[in-house]
């Protein structure tokens, strides 16, 4: 498929300052040297625990935060480093959902404003032919067009990430970027909003890169997906063949962890134990060795890269080194 969306070497360091002084006494290395492809109409789903730098990866991809270094591409693109007034029109293409559906909606404004606001920022409608349009929006996401003069507190949970995913509708995005678009609500409502979110898909032939930590809403939803550990992607392959056959030793563990989300994994060894290391200088080498359980010297002075381990799988695991091409983008 053709690239929509190519993130190649992304990273975003940030000081840590401590004392008086406000000397610099580290570094956070909250995302190091990432690189993956968003194909036309595919969804990419990004996994990892709390704090491994997926969001930092979503805000990047936006533009909402300024990368340290590396690139970002659009439709072929590079977007990194345009200027606001450059990088207006690929803000209609990019359209972000976020986790808490309240914390994002104006509780002052109806939801029929809130859905149809970025339709009368862009000058695109306006009167009643904004209305129809908003109106519109409503009956995609499965909402009642009555409901535009309700004001969000009015919803519950799984109506409101419906306005918010209406709202991203509006501009008609190529890319769409869910960050943890499930993770606050019911278990019980969770499968209605990706369904959603996978009906949509396929009428409008949008990508999504699709931000959680839910191995089993990922399964669910995505084409290919990506594991991310402590800033950096681990491993990215088609989604069946990751969950059959995962070869980096922390998506094993990572399985090992949801037998139940994923029955068709063999049964592995879980993970030994320890914390995931902070990522204020983290680990050197392979940022995993120290907690992992097939740990050789060399792993805490070698960095592996990404490595193809045959058709479109790619590990970073000094394991698996010399088996492909170390500079495509996965
Ligand atoms: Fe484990 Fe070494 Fe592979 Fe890292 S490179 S995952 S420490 S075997
Ligand atoms: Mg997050």
């Known amino acids: 498929t053709e690239a929509l969306l190519e993130v190649t070497d992304l990273t975003k360091h940030y000081p840590v300052r401590a004392g008086v002084l406000r000397r610099q006494v580290g570094t956070v290395h909250a995302v190091d040297g990432v690189s993956f492809s968003v194909g036309v109409g595919e969804t990419l789903g990004l996994v990892g625990e709390s704090g491994c730098g997926k969001s930092t990866v979503a805000r990047s991809v936006l533009r909402l935060v300024e990368p340290t270094s590396g690139h970002i591409r659009l439709g072929g693109e590079d977007i990194t480093h345009l200027s606001k007034t450059a990088l207006r029109p690929h803000r ?17 404004m109806t939801a029929g404003d809130i859905v149809g606001e970025p339709l009368a920022v862009h ?37 409101r990430q419906r306005i918010c995913i209406a709202r991203a509708l ?80 922390y998506t094993q563990a990572l399985l090992a962890s949801v037998p139940i989300a994923n029955p068709l994994a063999k049964k592995l060894t879980p993970l030994v134990d320890g914390d995931v290391p902070s990522p204020v200088n983290p680990p050197s080498g392979c940022a995993f060795h120290t907690r992992c359980r097939f740990a050789m010297e060399r792993c805490k002075i070698e960095r592996p890269g990404l490595m193809e381990a045959g058709d479109g799988h790619h590990v970073a695991c ?13």
């Open 123 to 159: 000058g695109l409608a306006s009167g009643k032919a904004l209305e129809a349009r908003t109106a519109k929006l409503f009956e995609q996401v499965g909402l009642r067009p009555d409901q535009m003069r309700s004001f969000p507190h009015q919803f519950s949970g799984g109506q």
């Open 170 to 249: 509006a501009l008609g995005p190529r890319l769409i970027v869910c960050d943890e678009p499930v993770s606050a609500l019911d278990v019980s409502i969770q499968a209605q909003v990706i369904n959603l979110l996978i009906d949509l898909q396929r009428q409008h032939g949008f990508s999504y890169l699709f931000i959680a930590h839910d191995l089993a809403v990922v399964a669910h939803i995505s084409h290919r997906v990506a594991v991310m550990y402590l800033g950096r992607i681990v491993e990215i392959a088609d989604k069946d063949e990751l969950f059959r056959n995962p070869r980096h030793p």
């Open 92 to 108: 209609r293409s990019m359209q972000i959902v976020f986790q808490d559906p309240f914390a994002s909606l104006n509780p002052r």
């Open 318 to 330: 000094l394991l698996n080194e010399g088996t492909g091409r170390p500079n495509s983008i996965p």
